[in-house]
């Protein structure tokens, strides 16, 4: 692995490109570095190299959805073979109900799934699904928690001190201009990981909520994994009040062999899945209770929600998402679980060598990054000062240009392609940053 500061050129010129034709220059905005994007040549095991030819570690895995890294030789074969056949029909095919059923085969809770083509659809088909079920409007949500695109999944996530209010009762905010007031009414933002006042929250608005939408272990509010006891009192009023609970496990997933899910006691009606389960390629899916998943039955006496997608459950994604999971078998959760262990171990060990402000969180095969010296515990807590920001910058940025690809939030997601090697280059790289930063 080389820098690449003074190799930029063929990137610089294809940013000029994109800039005319898309806006921003780009169609995600997770690619933007300052001055401009890198572009990627080829992705090979833990490795990925880019147009200048720099060679780097890539702990991104494209926002955790490469659980087995780049061009998995397993994988490519079956798309290959598939890809000769055919990528897309106005047929069924037998790829999809093979696969439906390996999902179905890993949690006891997945009774049936619906396949959708993205992480964003899954949420948007499981609150969908939780109103036409419950026939209530209103859904709940942690505040900070991403979950997608859709208006209602989405508000509360960029909230900040000075919008965000008493966090005994925190306000419904708009990430995107134009929301209207009515989907923010229709939103009920608790506080993560603090039951008492959650469940307050949720007992004035009983009789409207559908479901509450929870993230085990949400990203973009400090990776910190859900108390048991939040959980359970969640469960336990949507028991009480006739709603559902809906997980977000399209990260989280890769936790266990059956979800982050494992971990608790009870078990979610609906869970929201994608990335990993697409082996590479765009995926969603829906599953749970077979009762309430009726609601998308077309075949019933009365269709409560309706839904399709030209490219849902296409052969491509399907064989590879099913070749994907099932090299992702028990050993193989176990084994890239423990390498978590050995990264945030080492991380935290880095940290009490370089004496600096700084913490680790996450779980299973996830890591984030703090400059904080404590754990954060809620959204609040793990909400990063302009300081923190620009010192954090610093950091991906010098990691970066030591040959480590980290998530622009501290963020690092292991796969089955890594070793101890990598966790090792990646904790000399943090050391030196450390010392940087000091």
Request: glycine share 8%; proline share 4%; net charge neutral.
């Amino acid at each position: 692995m080389t820098n690449a500061s003074n190799t930029q050129s063929k990137s610089a010129a294809l940013y000029e490109r994109a800039k005319k034709v898309m806006p921003g220059g780009c169609s995600r905005n997770a690619i933007l570095r300052k001055p401009h994007p890198y572009y990627a040549a080829k992705g090979e095991g833990c490795y990925v190299t880019d147009i200048e030819g720099v060679k780097r570690i890539d702990f991104a895995n494209n926002m955790a959805s490469l659980i087995h890294g780049h061009a998995n030789p397993i994988i490519t074969k079956a798309v290959n073979e598939q890809m000769q056949k055919g990528t897309a029909f106005t047929f069924g095919t037998e790829q999809e109900i093979n696969f439906a059923e390996h999902l179905c085969s890993r949690n006891v809770g997945f009774e049936k799934v619906r396949f959708v083509n993205s992480g964003t659809e899954a949420i948007m088909g499981a609150l969908k699904a939780a109103r036409a079920f419950t026939s209530r409007p209103k859904i709940a949500k942690a505040e900070g928690a991403y979950h997608g695109l859709y208006d209602f999944a989405e508000v509360s996530q960029t909230a900040n001190p000075n919008n965000w209010g008493d966090v005994a009762n925190p306000k419904s905010i708009p990430v995107s201009h134009g929301t209207p007031q009515s989907t923010l009414d229709d939103v009920v933002v608790i506080p993560y990981n603090d039951a008492e006042r959650a469940i307050k929250i949720l007992d004035k608005h009983k009789d409207d909520i559908a479901c509450v939408l929870i993230d085990l272990m949400p990203h973009r509010v400090g990776l910190i994994p859900a108390n048991a006891d939040f959980i359970e009192a969640l469960y336990k009023w949507t028991r009480a009040n006739g709603a559902l609970l809906v997980a977000d496990e399209v990260i989280t997933l890769r936790s266990e062999y059956g979800g982050l899910q494992e971990h608790y006691s009870c078990r979610p009606d609906l869970t929201a899945m994608g990335k990993m389960i697409g082996g590479g390629f765009p995926v969603g899916a829906l599953a749970g209770r077979a009762d309430v998943l009726e609601v998308m039955n077309p075949l019933s006496d009365t269709l409560l929600f309706p839904h399709s997608g030209t490219f849902s459950a296409n052969p491509v994604t399907m064989i590879a998402g099913q070749t994907a999971m099932e090299l992702f078998n028990k050993e193989a959760v176990k084994a890239l679980n423990a390498l978590g262990d050995y990264a945030r171990s080492t991380i935290s060990d880095v940290i009490k060598v370089a004496d600096i402000a700084a913490c680790v969180t996450g779980t299973g095969s996830m890591f984030r990054i703090h400059l904080k010296e404590t754990p954060p515990t809620n959204y609040r807590e793990a909400f990063a000062t302009a300081e923190e920001t620009a010192k954090l910058k610093i950091l991906i940025d010098h990691l970066f240009d030591n040959g480590v690809m980290l998530i622009s939030t501290g963020t690092g997601t292991l796969s089955t392609a890594m070793t101890k090697s990598e966790i090792d280059h990646l904790a000399e790289g943090l050391l030196s940053g450390f010392k940087k930063l000091a």
